[in-house]
């Protein structure tokens, strides 16, 4: 296309234009057969997008919404988990379970630390790491200071 055309490209395709330079415009589509197609092809792809609706017009239908967010939950009560989730023992029984589950872990934490298991733990973890022997030096001295500290973190020397 030629730049004469294509600066009036706007004004040629709505159809609006100056005397004098309509003339010289239709001129040259007369004698130029690349700007005359192309520019007729322009027209026919701007007729074909104004016949296609507006963004007010392609509104959904009055209670479109409603209905799909009923049908999302008609298909949700259908399902197997559907029974489980919405159903008020279901939740009464997750309630329940959660808090044995709790009352569990709290009774097994004191009966723990109340036999001092919990504490004997950490009292041994001390003791060893007291008596650990540094393992350095020749060969034979790295062997004894390992051997040393497994004695010692395993309780048989005290």
Not at 13 to 26: E, I, M, V
Request: proline share 3%; aromatic share 6%; hydrophobic share 40%.
């Amino acid at each position: 296309m030629h730049r004469s055309i294509r600066d009036r490209l706007e004004d040629l395709l709505a159809g609006k234009g100056t005397a004098g330079k309509d003339d010289q415009a239709s001129a040259h589509l007369s004698s130029c057969l690349e700007c005359s197609s192309e520019l007729s092809l322009m027209k026919a792809q701007s007729e074909l997008l104004a016949t296609l609706r507006s963004p007010e017009e392609m509104e959904p239908a009055p209670g479109f919404y409603a209905r799909v967010l009923q049908r999302i939950e008609e298909c949700a009560k259908e399902s197997m988990w559907g029974a489980f989730i919405y159903s008020p023992f279901a939740k009464k029984l997750m309630y329940a379970s959660l808090t044995v589950a709790v009352m569990l872990g709290a009774y097994v934490v004191t009966q723990e630390a109340r036999d001092g298991h919990l504490l004997g733990a950490q009292a041994v973890v001390a003791q060893s790491t007291h008596y650990d022997a540094p393992v350095t030096g020749s060969e034979a001295e790295q062997r004894d200071a390992v051997l040393v500290n497994f004695a010692v973190h395993e309780g048989l020397l005290r």
